[in-house]
């Protein structure tokens, strides 16, 4: 997927809203805004959005000294799912079908952004998705990936999401490698958040070598390219993993929530729409 210009306004509020929690005074939170601004007249449009993402979030850590902007709001977003996690499996085991009312759930959790969001309400959107219907809906063919393939590469998104992708790993009856970053990008999982939700009980952990925030296949490392291109059908969570494998022939599955304008235009679904997305490249 392109970056738009609707993009633009969204790049410079990231920057200054990671340029205030890595701690930066108004000078350089000013320096930040000043620097991203130059480094969007050199964007090329037909550049994907975590490209910049990427740029940006490497120069507020670089200016600022902060390792991890995002470390105290990943460590509260994981708190706050893992209070969720009993009634999400509580309402999986209730269900009449237990792997749609978890998919619901690792798509609800997909509302722990901070790339798009300052705030959410983590509750209300669980009660949500799991009653509202899906804009797309491949569900029928994740099914049919599910029950003819020995193993699946989940790709990972943001810290406190992995609770509610937790819920839906156990559900299945392959064994998963869950894919982390390599390193901070906004609030997108590493190792250590994968651990902290309980990840390491039901699937194997790596990191794909990477701090760009989505999956940006270039930048990430040999290990986990090898393992992309093996893998039969990958899972990837989230809007950044969307923007920047959409146009990738792999045997993926999008699971996500359409949180803007832009992205719920490029995929032609209204804005909050619930995404189950087969990619061309997965055999139906």
Not at 201 to 206: D, E, K, M
Not at 239 to 250: F, G, P
């Amino acid at each position: 997927m392109h970056t738009h210009l609707d993009c633009y306004p969204c790049f410079l509020r990231q920057a200054l809203s990671a340029a205030r929690r890595a701690g930066a005074d108004q000078a350089l939170q000013h320096a930040i805004l000043v620097e991203t601004m130059a480094e969007l007249q050199r964007l090329p449009l037909d550049t994907t959005p975590p490209r910049m993402a990427e740029t940006i979030h490497r120069l507020v850590r670089t200016r600022t000294g902060a390792v991890d902007p995002y470390l105290a709001a990943k460590q509260e977003a994981t708190r706050r799912a893992l209070d969720l996690y009993p009634r999400l499996i509580a309402a999986i085991a209730a269900s009449a079908d237990p792997l749609e009312t978890a998919v619901r759930g690792a798509i609800a959790g997909n509302i722990i952004d901070f790339g798009v969001f300052e705030h959410y309400d983590l509750e209300a959107t669980l009660d949500r998705v799991l009653r509202q219907p899906f804009a797309i809906d491949d569900l029928a063919v994740l099914r049919a990936a599910l029950a003819r393939v020995d193993r699946v590469l989940y790709l990972g998104d943001n810290a406190g999401e992995t609770v509610f992708d937790r819920a839906l790993i156990e559900q299945l009856d392959q064994p998963v490698t869950y894919v982390c970053k390599g390193g901070p990008a906004i609030n997108d999982a590493t190792l250590e958040d994968a651990r902290a939700a309980g990840l390491d009980g039901c699937a194997s952990l790596v990191d794909n070598g990477s701090d760009a925030v989505g999956t940006l296949l270039d930048r990430c490392s040999d290990e986990f390219r090898t393992r992309f291109a093996a893998a039969p059908l990958i899972i990837a969570k989230g809007q950044a993993n969307y923007e920047s494998l959409s146009e990738v022939e792999a045997p993926i599955v999008f699971l996500l929530q359409a949180k803007c304008g832009v992205i719920a235009d490029d995929i032609g679904v209204p804005t909050g729409g619930l995404i189950v997305k087969a990619a061309p490249g997965l055999a139906r």
